[in-house]
Every structure is written in C-alpha cells, then in structure tokens.
C-alpha cells in the first residue's frame, strides 16, 4: 500500500503529544477507511488508514516562549509503526524535558516508605557537614530575633 | 559486619569490613581523608589550592589529582561547561562560601576550566597552573574519589568483604549484594526504588538538602552560575565511585547519551515533576 500523507493540525497544552497524535480524531475525512471514534468511550477505538501521518503542535511553557512539536508516525494495520517527534526547544528547559521525552524509558516516580523497606544502605544526597547545618541554625534563629 | 564511622569533608562515613580493622588501618584511612581534606578544601586556608584564589599560579597535587582532573576535563567538555572544578566561585556568589554566609550576590558564572587551567602529570605528583584567580570545588567527583582511595588502601590491605559508604556515595565488594534504597529527593523518609549493589559503586547527586534559600542549592551550572531546577536527583552505578559521583553530577545537565558515548555506567534521573527515566538494566528498580 502506498503510504498516504496527511496532516492533522491540533493545539496541545502539555506534552502528552504523542498520544494525543495518535488517538486523535482524524478530522480532515481524507480517507474511507478511517471511522470517528466512539465518543463516549474513553478509549479511543476505529480503524485508520496505512500511511504516514504528521501533525504540528505548539505550546507555551512558563518560559513563556513557543515551543513547536512535530509527530510524524507511520501507521500499519493499526500498529503504530515508527514514530519521530522534532521539537524546537527554544528554552533549556523545554529543550532537557523534550529530549527527555523523546528518548529513554520514563515513568512515574511512586514513593515508598523507607521503614518499610527491608534495606542495607539509602542512597540519597549526602547528609551535610556540621559547619553547614550550624551556620544555616544560626540564621534561622537571627532572622527569628 | 563490623562498622567504623566517622565525619569527614563535610558528611558522615561508614566502613564496614568483615574482620574489624586494625588501629593501623584506622590511622592509614584517617590520614588518607585528611590529606585529601589538606589538598582540596575551599573551606580551609591552608589547602593546597588555597593560593589560587587570591592569584594565579602553580601548585603541586597528589599523584591521585590526575584521574580525577582528567575525569573533569571530560565531564567539562560533554556537559558543554556545565560541570568545571572552578565552580567554587559561583558557590561562593550564591552566599555557599567558606564562611557559610548564605548571603546571595546573584548567579556568577564560574571561569573557564579549559581556557583557565591546566595541569600536567609529572612522576609522584600533578601540577596545576592557573592564569586567573579561581576558586576550585571539586565536590562533583571529588567524594566519589575518596571513596575509591578509602576503599583501595582496605582493599590492599586484605579486606575482600568491604563497604565504603560516605552518605551518598557508596562502593562494594563481597559476595553478598547490598540492597540500596534510592532516596525520595522530596522526602527523605521514602525512597523511590531499591536496587542491589554488588561489586560496584553508586553514587547518588540531589539537590534537596544542600539548600540555604529559595531556589539556592549547591548544584550550580558553571556556564551560568545558577543552580539546577529540571533535574531533582541522579543515580549512577560505575566501576568507582569517582566516575559514578562525577556522572550523577552531569546528569543534571547533560543527556544520558552524551555521557554514555564515553563512559560504561546505569542510572536512573527523576526529575522536578515526579517523572524518571532509567537505563536498561535498571528497569524494575523503580517502584510503580
């Protein structure tokens, strides 16, 4: 099958682009083949055409500067097959958690509590040195005075 | 096993060893941390890099300064600046100064390693030279490293079961893995994952408890002067603790595969918002 192109345009608020891309409404009816998704299911069921799709999004981080994302993803039999995401990365940090988006394996941090842990060691930042934590002492107690 | 604690370059150690060490090994140990101490410190007068921050000059260091120069010269240029031993200086602007006085002048931009400083192996000892007044910190690997000297002058001397723990900076050997809670950067009585320890180093850099104001902490980029904020902690398991402790520095500002182009390590790195990413191995180490 010959890949077909066509482009989805979508304003994103967050960085949950990918997904978005991926379950989101087809809505140029550019193709029979695609079917709108349910709308009241959560999720996001139908068929799409094989092909390449693209789609820009922008969003506007704290930095208050525009930073741009564009998906491309190849679709087979309802597979995403590959996937590319550009991003513009005009501010340090949108450029650090873009990139940190676009590669690694992420998850959700979960905490647990230490004194349930059956543990030899914790790693963590060092515990600080005595001068440190004095001096930090002896401000506190003149900005309580 | 038995432990030996002490306090040393500004936080608490504990050496464990299946056979208890000797009165030799201790003094051996306390005389490799205070030397270490001796060559080092920004927070003492009579360090050997002391005379560097009035004017530029020459110093002698230690055999041992090399690895750990060379190390920095790495981390220099991967980071693109980022990690410099001269960072000291924006420390000190940001009010983390030998005197502790927590008074913030604003982000200073520490100078040049590359442009600043060189040094060159010379027989038993490292010379320095330096072209503008710096101010060296070397905390970025400098723990790590003397965690490894601590852990070899044991080592030497016979001990094969050996942990070596100075808070965040961790080496092992022994037949028996340890099992290491990863500390929950935002509350230190929860950790975030567990994972073994065997035959390695972990090294652990966050920046929640070296803080003396809003926003101020001693995790600095040298390039411009101001502390981290993406990056809340970093993880790394290495060969040695300098490498380790060096890396989970960088990792703050640079891509794990920039880092890994030259160096053979795992990490994990979480981030201000709660979100981590891992290498490989490290998968299932983090709870979910």
């Known amino acids: 099958m010959t890949p077909t192109r066509k482009t989805l345009l979508f304003a994103a608020a967050s960085m949950t682009l990918a997904s978005t891309a991926c379950a989101g409404t087809a809505n140029d009816g550019a193709s029979a083949a695609e079917e709108s998704p349910a709308a009241e299911s959560p999720v996001r069921t139908g068929s799409y055409g094989d092909g390449t799709y693209s789609a820009a999004g922008s969003y506007i981080p704290p930095s208050n500067q525009t930073e741009e994302v564009d998906v491309t993803l190849t679709l087979e039999g309802n597979v995403v097959t590959s996937l590319d995401v550009q991003t513009s990365g005009n501010n340090p940090t949108s450029k650090q958690y873009q990139r940190e988006f676009t590669s690694g394996i992420e998850s959700q941090v979960v905490g647990k509590k230490l004194d349930e842990l059956n543990v030899d060691k914790v790693a963590g930042s060092s515990l600080t040195s005595s001068g440190f934590n004095k001096a930090l002492d002896a401000i506190r107690m003149e900005a309580a005075s | ?288």
């Not at chain 2, 750990?68 to 420390?91: C, E, I, K, M, Q």
């Open chain 2, 1 to 288: 096993m038995p432990d030996f604690s002490f306090e040393a370059i500004g936080t608490a150690w504990t050496v464990s060893t299946a056979a208890p060490l000797t009165v030799q090994e201790r003094a051996a140990l306390a005389e490799a941390v205070e030397s270490y101490d001796r060559t080092y410190s920004r927070f003492r007068q009579d360090s050997a890099i002391a005379p560097l921050a009035a004017a530029p000059g020459t110093v002698d260091l230690p055999v041992t300064a090399a690895p750990l120069l060379s190390l920095f010269d790495t981390l220099h240029r991967l980071s693109g600046g980022a990690v410099n031993p001269l960072v000291g200086s924006s420390l000190e602007k940001l009010g983390y100064d030998a005197a502790y006085s927590f008074a913030s002048a604003g982000p200073s931009p520490a100078p040049d390693w590359a442009a600043s400083a060189s040094w060159q192996a010379l027989g038993d000892r490292t010379v320095l030279n330096t072209s503008v007044p710096v101010t060296f910190d070397i905390g970025a690997a400098g723990k790590g490293q003397l965690v490894d000297l601590v852990f070899e002058l044991l080592h030497a001397s016979g001990h094969r079961e050996l942990t070596v723990d100075a808070g965040s900076d961790l080496r092992h050997s022994g037949p028996r893995p340890l099992r290491v809670a990863l500390e929950h950067p935002y509350d230190t009585t929860r950790a975030v994952g567990v994972l073994p320890l065997h035959n390695r180093a972990l090294c652990a850099s966050a920046s929640n408890r070296r803080q003396w104001g809003d926003g101020l902490h001693h995790i600095v980029d040298a390039g411009t002067g101001r502390p981290v904020e993406t990056v809340a902690a970093a993880w790394v398991l290495a060969d040695d603790a300098m490498t380790a402790d060096g890396l989970a520095t960088a990792l703050f500002f640079t891509d794990p595969g920039t880092l890994a182009e030259e160096f053979a390590f795992d990490y994990v790195r979480m981030f201000s918002d709660g979100r981590a990413t891992f290498s490989d191995a490290m998968a299932g180490v983090l709870f979910s």
